[in-house]
């Protein structure tokens, strides 16, 4: 039996290879190979989530306006990748992108699947933080990855999101994306994205890796609560438009998949190297909130582990892998 999700993208894929013109019951029962009472059911469906589909008993079903819903068809349609993308799934509402993508690499799943979901009750960032997942307007994907590296190199692949992302942003929109330290994407002062790296390993291999990244790409800020870490923006806040969250996803999945090829084939120091050219932390005066205590100093690199590297005003060198970082200056 083929998921429900699966049938509503091969409904539209047949409106929209059909170009407005009307598409008889039978013609989608024949070619999906499900009943026309399942067909009928499916474009009601479709009616509820927004799409405006008018019907006549002797000529079918004509797509008449579609909302601005993601669909796994149209963001495979065209992409040239090696990888990652290979299988795309989208989901109206889940728990969580990197929930599902986590039980699907502990199924075996093949790496570069995507996870897609138009909402999610139970989104989550960095260090158990909510990340608040209103429905229809942004983008919240998971990628599963069997990377050959050690568990101690996992923070590469969240460097190597991190770079995609802003890469992405930047062609689709033209805005400058600039990463903090450790998985923050920013244009100009404010968050418009974040990145979730979640693995299952054991002591000196990985089994899989899933990476969740969440952008808000045309979600009104004034929706979000008071009081967030990081003021945040969204795309369409920052350019006065809508964004195409299609092309904008397609445009992430080609760039992570060049970019774990390089990783691949040029290994981690290439990542590394440009993250230090796109990061805003280095070299700044910077405060680290970090469990039990605070401190400052000058942020003068990145490890290959994904560590900030803070020299202290004492003149000694501290490590961090997790915290809160404010840029003093």
Same mark, same amino acid.
């Given at each position: 039996?083929?998921?429900?999700?699966?049938?509503?993208?091969?409904?539209?894929?047949?409106?929209?290879?059909?170009?407005?013109?009307?598409?008889?019951?039978?013609?989608?029962?024949?070619?999906?190979?499900?009943? %026309?009472?399942?067909?009928?059911?499916?474009?009601?469906?479709? #009616?509820?989530?927004?799409? =405006?589909?008018?019907?006549?008993?002797?000529?079918?079903?004509?797509?008449?306006?579609?909302?601005?819903?993601?669909?796994?068809?149209?963001?495979?349609?065209?992409?040239?990748?090696?990888?990652?993308? #290979?299988?795309?799934?989208?989901?109206?509402?889940?728990?969580?992108?990197?929930?599902?993508?986590?039980?699907?690499?502990?199924?075996?799943?093949?790496?570069?699947?995507?996870? @897609?979901?138009?909402?999610?009750?139970?989104? %989550?960032? %960095?260090?158990? #933080?909510?990340?608040?997942?209103?429905?229809? =307007?942004?983008?919240?994907?998971?990628?599963?990855? #069997?990377?050959?590296?050690?568990?101690?190199?996992?923070?590469?692949?969240?460097?190597?999101?991190?770079?995609?992302?802003?890469?992405?942003?930047?062609?689709?929109?033209?805005? +400058?994306?600039?990463?903090?330290?450790?998985?923050?994407?920013?244009?100009?002062?404010?968050?418009?994205?974040?990145?979730?790296?979640?693995?299952?390993?054991?002591?000196?291999?990985?089994?899989? =890796?899933? @990476?969740?990244?969440?952008?808000? =790409?045309?979600?009104?800020?004034?929706?979000?609560?008071?009081?967030?870490?990081?003021?945040?923006?969204?795309?369409?806040?920052?350019?006065?438009? *809508?964004?195409? %969250?299609?092309?904008?996803?397609?445009?992430?999945?080609?760039?992570?998949?060049?970019?774990?090829?390089?990783?691949?084939? *040029?290994?981690?120091?290439?990542?590394?190297?440009?993250?230090? +050219?796109?990061?805003?932390?280095?070299?700044?005066?910077? *405060?680290?909130?970090?469990?039990?205590?605070?401190?400052?100093?000058?942020? +003068?690199?990145?490890?290959?582990?994904?560590?900030?590297?803070?020299?202290?005003?004492?003149?000694?060198? *501290? @490590?961090?892998?997790?915290?809160?970082?404010?840029?003093?200056?």
């Amino acid at each position: 039996m083929k998921p429900p999700e699966l049938i509503d993208d091969l409904i539209l894929n047949m409106f929209k290879e059909s170009k407005g013109a009307f598409v008889s019951g039978q013609t989608m029962s024949n070619k999906i190979r499900i009943s %026309r009472t399942a067909v009928w059911k499916h474009i009601e469906g479709l #009616r509820r989530e927004g799409y =405006v589909i008018v019907s006549t008993p002797s000529r079918g079903y004509s797509l008449v306006v579609a909302p601005d819903k993601l669909s796994a068809s149209e963001i495979k349609r065209g992409i040239n990748t090696k990888t990652i993308g #290979r299988e795309v799934q989208v989901f109206n509402a889940v728990v969580s992108t990197n929930d599902i993508a986590m039980e699907m690499g502990a199924r075996g799943m093949q790496e570069g699947l995507v996870i @897609v979901a138009e909402s999610q009750s139970h989104g %989550r960032g %960095r260090l158990g #933080r909510t990340w608040i997942s209103p429905g229809n =307007v942004n983008i919240y994907a998971s990628i599963l990855f #069997r990377p050959e590296l050690s568990p101690v190199y996992a923070p590469t692949l969240t460097m190597m999101a991190s770079l995609a992302t802003a890469t992405a942003i930047s062609k689709t929109t033209g805005l +400058e994306a600039k990463i903090k330290w450790p998985n923050d994407i920013l244009i100009g002062s404010k968050k418009v994205s974040g990145i979730l790296t979640e693995m299952n390993a054991e002591e000196e291999m990985i089994n899989y =890796v899933v @990476v969740g990244i969440g952008i808000n =790409v045309n979600m009104r800020v004034g929706d979000l609560p008071d009081g967030l870490r990081i003021p945040a923006t969204s795309l369409m806040e920052c350019i006065g438009e *809508k964004v195409d %969250r299609t092309a904008l996803l397609k445009q992430l999945i080609e760039t992570i998949d060049s970019d774990y090829d390089g990783l691949k084939n *040029k290994g981690i120091m290439s990542v590394v190297k440009r993250w230090r +050219e796109n990061c805003i932390t280095l070299n700044k005066k910077v *405060k680290a909130t970090l469990p039990g205590e605070v401190i400052t100093g000058v942020a +003068e690199d990145v490890t290959q582990q994904g560590g900030l590297v803070i020299k202290m005003a004492e003149g000694h060198t *501290k @490590v961090i892998y997790a915290g809160d970082i404010t840029i003093l200056e």
